[in-house]
């Protein structure tokens, strides 16, 4: 079994539309959607929820009124200003759980214990079947923390699901940039697919993913999306990419079957006689022979 997680250093670049190709082409493969901030791969795998259950990352506080003595020293050791006072109210303080840190601070030194502190749900995770296999995905709530906690138990439940089924593949449709998303879709995996764009800030953004790939010392494989609307950029990032000992296994054109199959909810590769369908086949064939030589 192997897990293949498809990034990028900056959002736009077309690493969803990549990742759902290869979730088809892949076959014998478990998706997982790691992107839970703006999750959006179930818009062309069309999942039909089979399970869903809560996601508790973290804590947060709330004030008991009829424990609250209006002392007001909440207010005074909050360093987050969610501590709000509103003196026409009984009691005057209350927690703003929009600016709460979950910190645990004010319930600790409540001298009359009417703080609680408890376990919150911030947002909620699925199990999934699509057309290509089962999907295990994820919805953090508004203004909700600890996404990194969830990616973590998305890719979890993936790799169970892959044992249990014996497949061969988990596709991973990875978060933009190098946060703590990323960090927790990456470590352990098999392969880092980066997605780029010819773009100065396509160029700069490979670089820190490409950097933080290597510092995991997981291998890492470059295509280069769109890469004939500034065929020059796209030839000295792929240089940049294989003297920092990235392999370059693909390049994918510009073109409108991609838009015309987001409209209609559909991988690229389902219209398999256009040419970027082809580009997708063969980053998939390129990264496949790649993944059973390091196997070997």
Not at 26 to 39: F, G, I, L, Q, T
Not at 65 to 84: D, H, L, Q, T, W
Not at 124 to 134: K, M, Q, V
Not at 179 to 184: A, D, E, F, R, T
């Amino acid at each position: 079994m192997k897990e293949i997680v498809v990034v990028s250093g900056k959002g736009g670049t077309g690493k969803t539309s990549v990742a759902a190709s290869l979730v088809v082409l892949a076959k014998r493969s478990v998706v997982a959607d790691c992107d839970v901030d703006a999750a959006d791969l179930h818009l062309v795998l069309e999942p039909r929820i089979k399970k869903t259950e809560d996601f508790t990352g973290g804590k947060s506080a709330s004030i008991v009124p009829g424990r609250c003595s209006n002392c007001g020293k909440c207010y005074e050791i909050c360093r987050f200003n969610a501590v709000i006072k509103d003196e026409s109210k009984q009691p005057a303080y209350f927690i703003d759980h929009i600016a709460c840190e979950g910190c645990g601070v004010c319930s600790c030194f409540c001298p009359e214990k009417a703080i609680d502190f408890k376990p919150s749900v911030n947002g909620r995770w699925f199990i999934s079947d699509t057309r290509y296999g089962p999907m295990v995905h994820a919805r953090l709530g508004i203004a909700q923390e600890n996404s990194g906690k969830l990616v973590s138990l998305v890719r979890n439940q993936a790799r169970m699901l892959a044992e249990k089924d014996n497949l061969s593949y988990i596709i991973v449709d990875g978060p933009p940039g190098i946060g703590c998303p990323v960090i927790s879709s990456i470590t352990g995996a098999d392969a880092v697919l980066i997605v780029a764009e010819p773009t100065v800030s396509g160029a700069h953004d490979l670089e820190r993913v490409a950097e933080l790939a290597g510092h995991f010392k997981i291998p890492a494989f470059l295509c280069v999306n769109k890469y004939d609307l500034n065929p020059e950029v796209a030839e000295n990032i792929e240089e940049k990419a294989r003297a920092g000992g990235i392999a370059v296994i693909g390049r994918i054109r510009y073109d409108r079957t991609v838009t015309e199959a987001q409209i209609k909810g559909l991988p690229v590769v389902a219209f398999p006689d256009t040419a970027v369908a082809e580009d997708m086949r063969t980053v998939w064939e390129n990264l496949e022979k790649k993944l059973n030589l390091n196997k070997q």
